[in-house]
């Protein structure tokens, strides 16, 4: 089974923090994603990568960046963490048929900025 | 503007009752996939439908693709407490080469 493994279930920062969300994927898939979901406005795409090093902004880039120095791993950084990157974060990654192929989706981090 | 409108947001049903939620937009999808969410859980593949007009059954639900290619249906057949959870469509545009854009959800309950 393919696993997408995210570091943190659950963590809490403080404003201006710098947060790190690790996401690690088994099945050698070349794309991954960063989305973040909030209720009411569904998931939401933050940044993706469809190969090591490279990275594409989604519809919501501002206050977040990302790392791709290894195929499995795809990192998403808040460089100061404000309140309003309060949410839940979900990694997906999925193999390259361009992007047609089924998402594999962490089971989610929830950050809370205080 | 939200590409893929889903309805209804919110959904409460009895045990054993039928349902249909829906995936519309005025744009034309290559592919659109439909992904259940169970708390504290990512989501996950329920189906993708491909061809305009396809149908296709997993048990208990039915996926039907719109003749366009532009909307889409889960409906659901005697409605179980294990049905409850997160449903989201997610579409494929400009033949695969962006990524999948999703829509907000409907969020089912199912009472025993």
């Known amino acids: 089974d393919v696993k997408v493994t995210q570091s943190s279930r659950y963590l809490v920062k403080r404003t201006g923090e710098k947060v790190f969300l690790e996401c690690v994927q088994d099945?050698?898939?070349?794309?991954m994603f960063w989305y973040r979901q909030d209720p009411g406005l569904g998931l939401r795409l933050i940044y993706f990568?469809?190969?090591?090093?490279?990275?594409e902004k989604g519809d919501i880039p501002e206050g977040y960046s990302v790392s791709r120095e290894k195929k499995e791993r795809f990192s998403l950084i808040l460089e100061s963490a404000s309140t309003n990157q309060t949410s839940m974060y979900l990694c997906?990654?999925?193999?390259?048929?361009?992007?047609?192929?089924?998402?594999?989706f962490g089971e989610g981090s929830r950050l809370t900025v205080l | 503007t939200q590409l893929l409108e889903q309805s209804p947001q919110f959904l409460s049903i009895q045990e054993g009752e039928n349902l249909t939620v829906y995936c519309n937009s005025s744009s034309v999808f290559s592919s659109l996939q439909w992904y259940r969410q169970e708390p504290g859980e990512g989501p996950v593949l329920l189906v993708t439908v491909v061809t305009g007009g396809e149908v296709k059954k997993l048990k208990r639900l039915t996926f039907q693709f719109g003749d366009a290619r532009k909307d889409s249906s889960l409906h659901i057949t005697a409605a179980q407490p294990g049905d409850t959870g997160l449903y989201l469509c997610?579409?494929?545009?400009?033949?695969?080469?962006?990524?999948?854009?999703f829509g907000k959800g409907t969020r089912l309950s199912v009472i025993a």
């Open positions: 990568s469809y190969d090591v090093k490279m990275k």
């Open positions: 099945m050698d898939h070349e794309n």
């Open positions: 997906a990654s999925s193999l390259a048929q361009g992007f047609t192929g089924e998402l594999f």
């Open positions: 997610a579409g494929s545009r400009n033949s695969g080469n962006t990524p999948l854009v």
